[in-house]
């Protein structure tokens, strides 16, 4: 059982180097989190970008770029994106990660047909948590990227949470399917979706994971509050993953779970030829360590 975060840096530090390009690396934050990343060796970066603007950060805060490639391009930050995508795409980097460029201009260089990184699953974005109100760490998915996911789309936002919790050492996770309640009501599409894949993974149509669902947050994550309303099952009180129905309410959640319940998080998008690394300026220097280091894990 992993405790903590930090159990995902000393496993990464016990794997092969990863090669990870930084699309348009002239950003303070990602050049400190590469710097640590480097210092724990589990990373060899590569960087593209404007090289005038990444030296002058790079000096400020005393991180030598000596043995380092940068690729240098003038000609903004979505031109970078473009560039970092054909490096992973030409398998010179395992991962990618997002620096001082929109995501929107990053994640349209990764699903580009042509060009792109796209494989034939969905994109889905995977946050692991450590709370200090649970014994392990959680995965709540998708929070940033699938607006309204439909059952399909579920099926495969699964999928990718259950594929990084395979790469971090989650053997067979328990995924809770977030609603409001415990019962189907037709009225509530995330309740009726949750009983069509806890179905799903009973006829062996979703594997490598347990289904349950629908669960409200509450039962998913505590055992005494399962036992209470009389919620059985091997999930209730001990989930891994937490499917929220759409963005809204994953987004809420992530950000309740980070700047008011005390969690700290790490994350990727999954489902491109190699992990993404996206993270966000709120997000602090741990939070952006740990999402290389979990993106080492999964590549
Ligand atoms: N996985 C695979 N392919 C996808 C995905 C996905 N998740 N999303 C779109 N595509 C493909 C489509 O099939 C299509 O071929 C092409 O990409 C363009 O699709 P559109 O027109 O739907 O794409 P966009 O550029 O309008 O939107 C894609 C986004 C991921 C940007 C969009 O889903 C979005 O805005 N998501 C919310 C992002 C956000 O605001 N997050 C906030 C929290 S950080």
Redesign the pocket.
Known sequence: MIRDLTELLRKAKNRPLRRMVVAAAEDEHVLKALQEAMKEEIVIPLLVGDEEKIGLIARSIGFVLDDIEVIDNREGAAVSARIAVAKVKSGEADIIMKGFVN??DL??AV?D?DSGL?TDQ???HVAFFESPYYHKIFCVTDV????APDLEAKVQIIHNAVKACHGIGIENPKVAVAAAVETVNPKMEATVHAARLKEMNEKGLLNGCVVDGPLAIDIAVNADAARHKGIGGEVAGHCDVILAPD?EAG?MFYKALNFLGGASSAAVVM?ASVPVVLT?RSDDERSKLLSIALATLIA
């Open positions: 995501t929107g994640l349209k699903l047909k796209r969905l994109l889905s940033a990227m699938n607006i963005i987004n489902g966000s």
